[in-house]
């Protein structure tokens, strides 16, 4: 199968590479020339425009998977993709969206005859590279042409299709508002060890968390490579961006009268990160920036 990758990014740049190794024909484009140019060095065709890109595929079905930043760029990206593409293409949105504007996107494309796709990426850039976590919303007859392939890329039972379009993002923004709580913990884990009398090594402390212990997990053994590269995190400012997912999460608590303290209390940390530092959140933000190599504060 062909597969267009717009985004080369540090997540759509692994995914390229696992699409490659997988047998799939990848055709990636960036707006940063370099990216393109490394890309190519790898044995994917690199193309410096959508219209190269929709032209390799020929006669081929054109399949079109999106790696860019929610929001804005996305639907940029499919305002300049539809007159390019034909009845029974598809768009494949694999970035966080927003549940609803991917609800809006999908109806929008419906009415010119183009499929679209929502397919929630987890697994951090390992998971991008190896083996992602993909969680998938959309019509069955794109879903099933495309299925192959996102099988293939995922981890073994790492995959699943989750019904109408939207429900993919739907279930990857609860999994990101999850993810916020957790990540909290165990960065306040971190904050009453380093406050407590004893003097502990960080790094073996995550190392035996990270074998065998009920919080065991990619999350820990995350904590561990950063606890590896910086043994106290001294070089990271303890400041911790929220992206949106545990916002649109907590508009969905309320909406539905569920009650998420903990998602909650962890957003609300984040915000509280940028004018009080605490240890925690160095561990939070060092931990963001080993999973997905989302931005970091240096000291």
């Given at each position: 199968?062909?597969?267009?990758?717009?985004?080369?990014?540090?997540?759509?740049?692994?995914?390229?590479?696992?699409?490659?190794?997988?047998?799939?024909?990848?055709?990636?484009?960036?707006?940063?020339?370099?990216?393109?140019d490394?890309?190519?060095?790898e044995?994917?065709?690199?193309?410096?425009?959508?219209?190269?890109?929709?032209?390799?595929?020929?006669?081929?079905?054109?399949?079109?998977?999106?790696?860019?930043?929610?929001?804005?760029?996305?639907?940029?990206?499919?305002?300049?993709?539809?007159?390019?593409?034909?009845?029974?293409?598809?768009?494949?949105?694999?970035?966080?969206?927003?549940?609803k504007?991917?609800?809006?996107?999908?109806?929008?494309?419906?009415?010119?005859?183009?499929?679209?796709?929502?397919v929630?990426?987890?697994?951090?850039?390992?998971?991008?590279?190896?083996?992602?976590?993909?969680?998938?919303?959309?019509?069955?007859?794109?879903?099933?042409?495309?299925?192959p392939?996102?099988?293939?890329?995922?981890?073994?039972?790492?995959?699943?299709?989750?019904?109408?379009?939207?429900?993919?993002?739907?279930?990857?923004?609860?999994?990101?508002?999850?993810?916020?709580?957790?990540?909290?913990?165990?960065?306040?884990?971190?904050?009453?060890?380093?406050?407590?009398?004893?003097?502990?090594?960080?790094e073996?402390?995550?190392k035996?968390?990270?074998?065998?212990?009920?919080i065991?997990?990619?999350?820990?053994?995350?904590?561990?490579?950063?606890?590896?590269?910086?043994g106290?995190?001294s070089?990271i400012?303890?400041?911790?961006?929220?992206?949106?997912?545990?916002?649109?999460?907590?508009?969905?608590?309320?909406?539905?009268?569920?009650?998420?303290?903990?998602?909650?209390?962890?957003?609300?940390?984040?915000?509280?990160?940028?004018?009080?530092?605490?240890?925690?959140e160095?561990?939070?933000?060092?931990?963001?920036n080993?999973?997905?190599g989302?931005?970091?504060?240096k000291?």
């Open positions: 199968m062909k597969i267009g990758l717009v985004g080369l990014g540090r997540m759509g740049y692994a995914l390229a590479l696992n699409m490659k190794d997988c047998g799939m024909d990848v055709i990636a484009t960036n707006r940063s020339s370099d990216k393109v490394e890309i190519s060095k044995g994917i065709l690199g193309v410096n425009n959508f219209d190269e890109m929709v032209n390799a595929f020929g006669d081929e079905r054109r399949v079109i998977w999106l790696m860019v930043p929610s929001g804005a760029p996305v639907d940029e990206m499919i305002d300049t993709l539809i007159p390019l593409l034909g009845e029974g293409d598809i768009i494949i949105d694999g970035g966080n969206s927003y549940y504007e991917t609800v809006r996107r999908y109806e929008k494309l419906k009415a010119l005859g183009i499929h679209f796709v929502d929630g990426t987890s697994g951090g850039i390992d998971g991008a590279r190896n083996g992602a976590c993909l969680m998938v919303g959309g019509e069955q007859e794109p879903v099933s042409y495309i299925e392939m996102l099988e293939k890329i995922s981890l073994e039972n790492g995959y699943g299709y989750f019904g109408a379009p939207g429900s993919g993002h739907y279930v990857k923004m609860i999994h990101n508002g999850i993810e916020y709580g957790m990540m909290q913990a165990i960065g306040e884990g971190f904050e009453i060890l380093k406050a407590s009398e004893y003097e502990l090594d960080f073996r402390v995550s035996v968390w990270s074998n065998g212990s009920i065991e997990g990619l999350l820990m053994r995350l904590m561990h490579e950063a606890f590896k590269a910086d106290d995190l070089e400012i303890g400041k911790v961006d929220a992206s949106g997912e545990a916002d649109w999460t907590l508009q969905e608590a309320i909406r539905l009268k569920v009650s998420a303290p903990v998602i909650t209390q962890s957003l609300f940390a984040r915000y509280k990160s940028k004018d009080d530092e605490r240890f925690s160095k561990a939070v933000a060092a931990l963001r080993q999973f997905g989302h931005k970091v504060y000291a």
